[in-house]
Nanobody
Framework: QVQLVESGGGLVQAGGSLSVSCAASGRTFSRFAMGWFRQAPGKERDFVAAVSWSGGGTYYADSVKGRFTISRDNDKNTVTLQMNSLKVEDTAVYYC???????????????WGQGTQVTVSS
């Protein structure tokens, strides 16, 4: 069992920056690939970014490539998503995810956090 708790969401103006973090507890954190998904009102949950077990591999959705950076700290059991040059369309609830396989896809996620709201205003 893995418990994931997100923090750091909030309100930011378009063009600004925000970071969201996820703290994991329970089973060995470094055994899981970690990722972020997001879900806007009335839309499906979409993949945003993922990082491999060691942190050496990352990949991103095309919509955030070059603007978002995912990283992990296996000593602190945390994963962070740094979001720069935010756009109004980045507004969503952001969910932390843990999976036993990498790359991560929606159907391979084993554990979810409760989500944190990110709102980008124009």
């Amino acid at each position: 069992q893995v418990q994931l708790v997100e923090s750091g969401g909030g309100l930011v103006q378009a063009g600004g920056s925000l970071s969201v973090s996820c703290a994991a507890s329970g089973r060995t954190f470094s055994r899981f690939a970690m990722g972020w998904f997001r879900q806007a009102p009335g839309k499906e949950r979409d993949f945003v970014a993922a990082v491999s077990w060691s942190g050496g591999g990352t990949y991103y959705a095309d919509s955030v490539k070059g603007r978002f950076t995912i990283s992990r700290d296996n000593d602190k059991n945390t994963v962070t998503l740094q979001m720069n040059s935010l756009k109004v369309e980045d507004t969503a609830v952001y969910y932390c995810a843990a999976a036993g396989v990498y790359p991560i896809e929606l159907h391979t996620v084993g554990y979810w956090g409760q989500g944190t709201q990110v709102t980008v205003s124009s």
